[in-house]
């Protein structure tokens, strides 16, 4: 009786045939490999019959070894009757996929080992597994570039066998989301870009697609926002140019995550002077609840008090604006500047240290910063993966970006882009 045993898909094949066999001929690129196994009667090739076992490249892809593509075949003869009491053992295929550079094939390949379940070398006959005595046969095949085909090469690729172009990976295990069952997506909101005369709106922000829910206007023109991982409400700031629609001008709000609708939380002044207004695109929320922000106008890091509104300039104030923070697991403050290069801040004392430029990056309406522009967004604390917008001034929808943060290390790009469905100004992650 003849029995096929699984294809296997490869780029070229290498194989030896025998216990230290020969590397043999390259074989089609991209044809599968296919093994055969039928009865062997008895005559020169075994005494008392057997197996023969035969394989090679599907050159013409139809799913059959056919004779003209066998590339090498071997026996496993029965023993004469009544010797051990058993017939021929079985034949066993086993293969796994390898990704290394190595055997010539730059993107990894799949070892296959083809023996005989017949206790040789000291294994254990019939047990199912082939011990390394029983392999006759091994081939070492170079798999194609991108197995996936998601235009990400094997050796670069978070999950290698499912396709996931975005390479999202939010827990920063290098495992990608597409093929991580532990892994959670960040929920996360947005807002839309106001001014004097135009109200931000809210919106429930869909990170894998870029789909963007309304959930309701603020009645407000918001500049940044952050969740509070205290009380778990979302906090925003409004503009802090003179002309808020919203008649507050330089305020702290919290935002209803059902609604849009905002609340007034208290007016903010930096230092305590009277009228003295920033913008505060960039903000963030330690873990015990207390408030940073930059204040673009002075240029310096600032503490916000949420009960009497006063902001307290920390640091040199030697810095370009910027629209980007997030806190750190250890209750540091990551910041991106207006020309997207990133600085770790100590909030006890405002002092920064420099970790490096956001490479390729440079935003959707073309405007031009020093080629750069810094991502109004937030990160995940542990993993340090930043999601951000790249902010457009025009009717095009801006893309969110994706970016690795490190604190040790400078900055990488974690994705191509992912265009929303609204023009969005920030994103915030619920904490």
């Given amino acids: 009786m003849s029995r096929s045993l699984s294809p296997l898909m490869f780029v070229a094949l290498l194989a030896c045939t025998g216990p230290q066999g020969d590397q043999g001929p390259a074989g089609a690129a991209g044809a599968s490999v296919l093994a055969t196994a039928t009865a062997e009667p008895a005559g020169d090739n075994c005494a008392d019959g ?42 066993i295929v086993t293969s796994v996929r390898i990704y290394a550079a190595e055997y010539g094939c730059q993107q990894g390949y799949t070892e296959t080992v083809i023996g005989v379940d017949d206790g040789a070398g000291g ?53 990608g989301l597409a093929c991580d069952a532990d892994e959670q997506v960040p929920e996360a909101y947005a807002f839309s870009r106001g001014s004097s005369s135009i109200e931000s709106s809210l919106y429930q922000l869909d990170l894998e697609t870029g789909a963007a829910t309304l959930v309701g206007s603020t009645g407000h023109a918001i500049i940044g926002m952050k969740f509070n991982p205290v009380d778990g409400l979302l906090y925003a700031f409004t503009r802090g140019d003179g002309g808020d629609v919203g008649g507050c001008s330089s305020c702290l709000l919290t935002l209803d995550t059902s609604t849009g609708a905002a609340t007034e ?84 004392d405002g002092a920064m240290a420099e970790l490096g430029q956001i490479p390729d990056f440079t935003r959707a309406d073309g405007w031009d910063s020093d080629g750069d522009n810094g991502v109004r967004g937030d990160c995940v604390p542990d993993s340090l993966v930043y999601v951000g917008t790249d902010v457009t001034y025009g009717g095009t929808p801006t893309s969110l970006v994706y970016t690795r943060l490190h604190t040790d290390a400078s900055p990488e790009l974690v994705t191509t882009r992912i265009a929303p469905d609204e023009n969005l100004h920030g994103v915030a992650f619920v904490r």
């Fill in 265 to 348: 939380v208290v007016s903010v002044t930096h230092d305590g002077s009277e009228g003295a207004e920033s913008a505060f695109a960039s903000m963030a929320f330690l873990s015990d609840g207390s408030l940073y922000a930059w204040s673009e106008w002075d240029d310096v890091l600032v503490s916000v008090d949420t009960t009497t509104g006063v902001a307290t300039a920390l640091g040199d104030g030697e810095n370009s604006w910027g629209h980007g923070m997030c806190a750190t697991a250890s209750d540091e403050l990551l910041w991106i500047n207006g020309d997207g290069v990133t600085w770790l801040i100590d909030p006890a």
């Fill in 123 to 175: 294994g254990t006959a019939g047990d199912g597994a082939l011990q390394e005595g029983e392999v006759d046969t091994t081939l070492n095949t170079c798999l194609p570039e991108d197995v996936d085909m998601d235009g990400v090469l094997n050796l670069d690729d978070n999950c290698v066998e499912t396709a996931n172009d975005a390479q999202l990976d939010f827990d920063g295990d290098a495992e």
């Fill in 50 to 91: 057997g197996t023969r076992v035969e394989y090679g490249v599907d050159a013409n892809g139809d799913g059959t070894l056919a004779a003209d593509e066998v590339g090498g075949a071997y026996f496993v003869c029965d023993g004469a009757d009544g010797s051990d009491g058993s017939d021929a053992a079985g034949v």
